[in-house]
């Protein structure tokens, strides 16, 4: 499955330039001694996202994006193809996951 995170701004709807795409789709709670990952999930509140690949594409890029912590859902849908969530993290970010 190929997973894409992109940010946008919620007053125009235009998306922006931060984000990545890839077959990993990450939640990531920190914890106070070590942080636990869950492979292939959703955005969930409380946890970072990490959108990319696991392996290099180039020597130049980054190869994955990770978000602060969720801290709102915003709108949850499903498409013919893809399942949707719009939510926006504890730094003001707006990020579109599919």
Do not use: C
Request: net charge negative; proline share 3%; glycine share 6%.
């Amino acid at each position: 499955m190929r997973y894409s995170l992109k940010n946008y701004n919620p007053e125009t709807l235009e998306y922006g330039y931060k984000g990545d795409s890839g077959n990993m789709s990450n939640s990531i709670l920190f914890t106070e001694n070590e942080p636990f990952t869950t492979e292939n999930s959703k955005p969930v509140v409380g946890e970072r996202m990490q959108v990319g690949t696991y392996f290099a594409r180039t020597i130049s890029a980054q190869d994955w994006w990770i978000t602060t912590e969720v801290a709102e859902i915003l709108e949850s849908y499903e498409e013919e193809d893809s399942f949707n969530v719009k939510f926006k993290t504890v730094n003001g970010s707006y990020y579109h996951w599919k």
